[in-house]
């Protein structure tokens, strides 16, 4: 049986506030058509602000991420699925939808525009205690599992959490 690979080759990682700081990454280096690949961090929460972690996934349309990916954290305070964001809603502080702001602070990366963010939420909400901060952080994990599409091509995946 013949493989073909995809190259993943350059990765982004964003985080929208600096309360939330990524600790340890782990993504394939390539990836086999039509089967599904695992990609884990760890983040880290150095502040009590905020209630739902949203989570965005910049991915080739043609994997047809929506459908595809599933996404979930594990942490000391609780854990989570998640779910797809509607497309319209907003995020409280700037009033623009979560995935229009993503791709208009950051981009696309290095791809051709066969790209798209994908915005989860968390479907938990893990309040975040008191006395959370640099020297008492909350440390989570996040799991992000994916179908590569069917064709084979070159891209730089993206993620963001905030």
């Known amino acids: 049986m013949r493989q073909t690979f995809i190259a993943i080759f350059a990765l982004l990682l964003l985080v929208l506030a600096s309360c939330i700081e990524i600790l340890n ?38 994997w047809k991420p ?7 954290y594990q942490s000391d305070q609780g854990n989570s699925t998640f779910s797809l964001m509607p497309d319209d809603e907003v ?23 066969e790209v798209g963010w994908v915005v989860f939420k968390a479907d938990v909400v ?18 992000v599992k994916t179908k590569v599409g069917a ?3 070159i891209t ?4 963001f959490v905030g």
Do not use: C, H
């Not at 990454?25 to 972690?53: L, R, Y």
């Not at 939808?97 to 950051?106: A, E, F, L």
């Open 126 to 143: 893990n309040p975040i205690p008191a006395g959370t901060n640099e020297n008492n952080p909350i440390v989570a994990t996040v799991t």
């Open 91 to 113: 995020d409280a502080e700037n009033e623009l939808p979560w995935k229009q702001q993503i791709t208009d602070r950051v981009g696309i990366g290095n791809n051709y525009g």
């Open 25 to 62: 990454f782990s993504q394939p280096s390539t990836a086999v058509v039509n089967e599904e690949i695992t990609t884990t961090f760890d983040v880290k929460i150095t502040n009590e602000f905020g209630s739902i972690m949203v989570f965005a996934f910049l991915a080739p349309l043609s």
């Open 151 to 153: 064709s084979n091509v």
């Open 66 to 72: 929506r459908e595809n990916t599933t996404v979930s």
């Open 156 to 159: 730089s995946l993206g993620y």
